[in-house]
């Protein structure tokens, strides 16, 4: 279900297929005609989603969709210096100087379709151009594809929202043509859309930077750079950490700032005094953190993901009712009542993401704190579940991995080495939700070394890169082979 949830989703309106990326929402149950605002935190998170999807059928149309996502943010959602944007909106002007309307940056006539697509296709059965593949193939239609009653304003009157109507396979049989011709014509066909689109009045920009969707989209990258052995990817990932450490980072204190702008020239500015941190903020950032960790194993982000966790214990905890109160004590001082999120809602909770960061915290470092502390939220949120767990997915999910055995999949050998990688890539290959990966470089001095003192008693088989699969605190035989690996992780 998940899987083909996704597949339609992609194949939908709700994507845009020109420019890649997903719109707000859909307006109907068919996916086709969105709200046609982007949003960072979809992008994120739809991200790993879909590299995910690719974990588990091994299907590439999942992790095109993935990498077509990262693609869009990287070209209209990303600051020069590593950061990432709001959001664009959904209403532009379809010429310039004309009153701004949902969706015009996006929809196509019949007309503009053909005019940029008049090219023949060689080798159909019947008469046909560029233009009329791609229409037949995305469901334009002269009167427009979009039902008034999705046009409550009339602003959409003879669009069309390009949305997939057939498969390249139904597409290719019905004018004779080969499945891979099809595809580069259609994708050619986009292109040419694409660059058409570009000298429309382009929606505005929402330039504000907010520390938690940079910590999501730090997650998107991360993930798929890793799922997709990409490091290209993972490097998006780290330079929008390191945007957060500069810019978004209180050394002093050791506090998150909620937010700051682009100034003139894209300088980075941030309101006086500072906006600090909400509890969503720590959260998503310490989940980044941790997801940077596993695909880069530079243990800087593993250190500093443990210090925003003590600073998000000292400022948000709860020590009466357990959980996390959504603001600071002193933030909240004039407040009647400090307020938990206990609901998943476009964004998870931040009680659910911190529930599985603290999961994941235990397994990094051993510290039985940070287990104690998952308990206690989860108790705290028992009854919220109980009666009502469609409103706490996410954290249904946490409890459901606190309930077993987590993995610590550890590999030993040198970060940059050859079989060291390969290991590495087996394992993010594979969708284990419950696992922590951790890197043993031999190093004692190390810090996680210092964190799991049992790491200096696993070795190198042969001077190979080893990998050791433990759990409830027993470690498997050593393995080298990528592929034993992953008939152990994945039987």
């Not at 001095?445 to 001077?463: A, H, I, K, N």
Request: proline share 5%; with cysteine; net charge neutral.
């Amino acid at each position: 279900m998940a899987l083909h949830t996704l597949k339609m989703m992609a194949n939908g309106g709700i994507r845009d297929h020109v420019g890649q990326g997903f719109h707000r929402y859909s307006t109907d149950r068919q996916w086709h005609v969105p709200h046609f605002e982007k949003m960072l935190y979809d992008q994120a998170q739809l991200a790993v989603a879909y590299s995910q999807a690719f974990q588990l059928s091994g299907d590439e149309f999942y992790s095109d969709v993935a990498k077509g996502i990262l693609q869009y943010v990287a070209r209209s959602l990303s600051h020069r210096s590593g950061g990432f944007y709001s959001a664009e909106d959904a209403d532009s002007p379809p010429e310039r100087g004309q009153r701004p309307k949902e969706g015009a940056y996006y929809v196509w006539t019949v007309k503009e379709v053909q005019q940029l697509l008049p090219e023949p296709v060689l080798g159909a059965t019947e008469p046909l151009t560029s233009g009329q593949l791609l229409m037949k193939h995305y469901g334009l239609t002269e009167a427009g594809n979009i039902s008034p009653s999705q046009d409550p304003k009339g602003e959409l009157q003879g669009q069309n929202v390009l949305t997939v109507r057939y498969s390249l396979e139904l597409t290719a049989a019905r004018f004779g043509l080969d499945v891979e011709a099809v595809r580069t014509l259609l994708n050619s066909g986009l292109e040419k859309l694409f660059q058409a689109r570009k000298h429309r009045p382009k929606p505005h920009l929402d330039s504000k930077m907010l520390a938690a969707w940079n910590g999501l989209m730090v997650s998107g990258y991360a993930v798929t750079g890793a799922v997709l052995g990409q490091d290209r990817l993972i490097n998006y990932a780290t330079n929008g950490a390191k945007f957060l450490k500069r810019h978004m980072f209180d050394v002093a204190s050791g506090r998150l700032m909620r937010t700051c702008y682009t100034g003139p020239g894209g300088t980075v500015e941030h309101s006086n005094p500072p906006c600090w941190g909400f509890l969503e903020d720590y959260a998503f950032v310490v989940r980044g953190l941790l997801d940077l960790y596993e695909a880069s194993q530079e243990s800087a982000w593993l250190e500093w993901a443990l210090r925003l966790q003590d600073t998000q214990d000292r400022l948000f905890w709860d020590s009466q009712g357990g959980g996390y109160f959504c603001s600071e004590a002193e933030l909240g001082a004039g407040l009647p009542l400090r307020l938990k999120d206990d609901q998943d809602g476009a964004e998870p909770s931040a009680n659910s993401v911190s529930a599985h960061n603290l999961l994941r915290l235990h397994g990094f470092t051993g510290h039985k704190d940070w287990m104690d502390k998952c308990v206690c939220l989860l108790t705290a949120f028992s009854e919220r579940m109980r009666r009502v767990p469609v409103a706490l997915p996410e954290m249904v999910r946490a409890l459901s991995a606190q309930q077993q055995t987590l993995k610590q999949i550890v590999i030993c050998g040198d970060r940059q080495a050859k079989d060291t990688k390969a290991l590495v890539q087996c394992v993010h290959s594979v969708y284990i939700p419950n696992k922590v990966l951790i890197l043993a470089d031999g190093d004692p001095s190390s810090f996680l070394s210092r964190q799991l003192p049992f790491l200096s008693t696993l070795r190198r088989l042969e001077d190979q890169a080893t990998a050791y699969v433990c759990e409830n605190q027993a470690c498997s035989v050593p393995i080298t082979d990528p592929c034993e690996l992953r008939k152990l992780l994945h039987p």
